[in-house]
């Protein structure tokens, strides 16, 4: 029990959501573990993956719920949205039919969050530029249209898949700075732990009590 | 902190699934879909009732459909895992791994329901410890009365 229940002071919940084989699973491996899974057999209902990173100098547990893409398991995926801090939009660049799907996706991430919910879209499988089938420039586009952040990703290589995690974290805490992010809303998809001065404060003050009482 | 023993199903989200199960058994004719879509909510419930009914239709499922087995095999193991059957949730979890071994989302869950168990023994002996300091407190606090009397 070195470090206390909370060696972190905020949690975010993530949500990553796309078409069945564009990686999502790859993404969060690669993010949580640093590894590349090269044989991902299909997620079955959603899959849960946590790392504790730092931004600002406050280190901040993200909590992954990571979605099947396959569509049997898609109206009940629906309700991990609810209360999500950051969603990752995942497709394929070598498969243009899921860009295509990506505005069903947009459309359910923007009814089942809320207004401050970071959208970031991910373009993966970038390592494979000879089966390219999808253009980053009108990614881009669709992004600055919908108000999306976007980077074209690796969850192989691992280019660009930090980055995402990461801004996306950068971009809510900025939010809560901002106070655009309600801390107190259910739904917001934000907690914040009491920090670890805080605890030490509580501590003292028992002691402190406990010689008082003393007398 | 949520995972995926901890986390629960919005109360309106299980009461949609389940109208959609109760419409199909209504007029004899339960799709898997809706019965795996009822069952998955159920075993996020926060009261054991409703995860003991969501492991009955799973294991309905399992022995009639056999496509979603896969499916079935692992929220058998979570539904288990969270009523503290955690011999049955493992049992669950071995099954799976023989057909598909090296699964990360299954070893992953493996890891966390052992580590579960882990805990809650530490914690059977915290409480046995509360109990000793307990009966010590009493005793000392007996002791003391009858050092007053005297």
């Known amino acids: 029990m070195s470090a206390g229940p909370y060696n972190y002071s905020y949690i975010f919940k993530y949500i990553i959501i796309g078409d069945m084989g564009v990686g999502k699973s790859c993404l969060l491996h690669q993010f949580t573990e640093k590894k590349f899974m090269s044989d991902c057999p299909h997620t079955i209902g959603v899959e849960f993956g946590t790392r504790i990173i730092e931004v600002a100098g406050q280190k901040i547990k993200l909590q992954i719920w990571d979605t099947a893409g396959q569509e049997r398991f898609r109206a009940v995926t629906r309700s991990y949205y609810r209360g999500a801090a950051g969603a990752l939009m995942v497709y394929d660049i070598t498969r243009r039919s899921t860009y295509n799907h990506l505005s069903s996706w947009l459309t359910d991430t923007r009814n089942l969050t809320n207004p401050s919910t970071v959208i970031f879209l991910i373009g993966n499988k970038c390592d494979l530029e000879g089966q390219r089938d999808v253009t980053y420039e009108e990614a881009k586009q669709f992004a600055d249209e919908n108000g999306l952040m976007f980077v074209e990703a690796s969850a192989k290589t691992g280019q660009n898949v930090e980055e995402a995690f990461l801004e996306t974290a950068r971009k809510i805490y900025q939010s809560i700075q901002d106070g655009r992010l309600d801390l107190n809303a259910a739904e917001s998809g934000v907690q914040h732990k009491p920090s670890q001065p805080g605890r030490n404060t509580l501590s003292n003050d028992q002691q402190f009590n406990k010689d008082n009482c003393a007398c | ?150």
Not at chain 2, 19 to 38: G, N, S
Not at chain 2, 99 to 109: D, K, M, R, Y
Not at chain 2, 130 to 144: E, K, P, T, Y
């Open chain 2, 1 to 150: 902190m949520d995972d995926v023993l901890t986390e629960t199903v919005p109360a309106e989200e299980l009461k949609k699934f389940e109208k959609a199960y109760h419409e199909q058994l209504y007029k004899q004719d339960v799709t898997p879909k809706a019965q795996f879509e009822y069952a998955w909510c159920l075993v996020r419930s926060k009261y054991p009732a409703d995860i003991k009914k969501g492991i009955f239709l799973l294991q309905e499922l399992f022995r009639t459909h056999e496509e979603g087995q896969r499916d079935y095999l692992y929220y058998l193991a979570i539904g288990n895992a969270r009523i503290k059957q955690y011999t049955e949730a493992l049992k669950y979890v071995r099954s799976f791994l023989n057909i598909e071994p090296g699964n990360s989302q299954v070893i992953a869950l493996e890891t966390t329901i052992k580590a579960k168990m882990d805990k809650e023994g530490l914690m059977g002996m915290a409480v046995a410890g509360g109990v000793v300091l307990a009966i010590g407190a009493a005793v000392g606090l007996g002791i003391s009365i009858l050092n007053k009397k005297s």
